[in-house]
């Protein structure tokens, strides 16, 4: 197996698990730490990729395959690196960015898959809640307190944003969809017309 088959499906199973197999519950709550390490998996294998790729030659060169003397290795080296050597931190950025744009939008691709194949309207109170934030940083949210469809109650910590914080008082009701296989993921209903597009696909039986 030569390395450009060797990378190519090593990061195809990268992209897979970080996108398909981790499971929702698992995402949602744990997400900054599996974009940040999906990210930079996905980043190196893709950069391994495109090395086997389009830099052979400097790679066989680095590793002196052909046992060249030194100068003649760090003259092969400097041929091969220059133009193209050149556009590999441009490169990095780029695929890591693209790979945290590419799992922040899965995980909430898999939150509306999970609600709408999921989701349970009900109304919950507000029992709690903190706000922190700055200009590059919110860590603000409410604790809902519910009861589910089986009876049993829930608490869940929700994040929103400092400006949704001040809206909100303590004991408040609010009306929610929450998963009824993983109470911690859910949505805030905040309009008719969310109440309208979930009541569409979900008619409640008389």
């Known amino acids: ?26 995402f949602t709550s744990a997400l900054y730490l599996i974009v940040i390490a999906g990210a930079v998996a996905i980043t190196f294998v893709s950069v391994k990729l495109l090395v086997s790729i389009f830099l052979k030659d400097l790679t066989k060169a680095v590793k002196n395959e052909d046992d060249l003397p030194e100068d003649e ?41 999970e609600i709408h194949n999921y989701g349970q309207l009900t109304k919950a109170d507000i029992v709690g809640g903190s706000s922190f934030s700055s200009r590059k940083y919110d860590f603000s949210k409410i604790v809902l307190g519910f009861k589910k469809i089986d009876g049993d109650s829930a608490f869940v910590n929700h994040s929103i944003t400092a400006n949704q914080f001040k809206e909100y008082y303590k004991g408040e009701p609010i009306v929610i969809i929450y998963s009824t296989r993983y109470p911690s993921i859910l949505e805030v209903i905040n309009s008719k017309a969310e109440l309208d597009e979930y009541l569409k696909d979900h008619p409640i039986k008389k």
Do not use: D
């Not at 992209?15 to 519950?25: A, D, G, M, R, Y």
């Open 1 to 26: 197996m030569n390395e450009t088959t060797k990378w190519g499906i090593i990061t195809a199973v990268t992209i897979i698990f970080f996108t398909c197999l981790i499971p929702v519950n698992i």
């Open 73 to 113: 290795r760090r003259e092969a080296i400097a041929k091969a690196y220059n133009p193209s050597g050149c556009v590999i931190l441009p490169v990095i950025l780029v695929l890591f960015w693209g790979a945290v744009a590419l799992l922040i939008w899965r995980e909430i691709q898999m939150e509306k898959n």
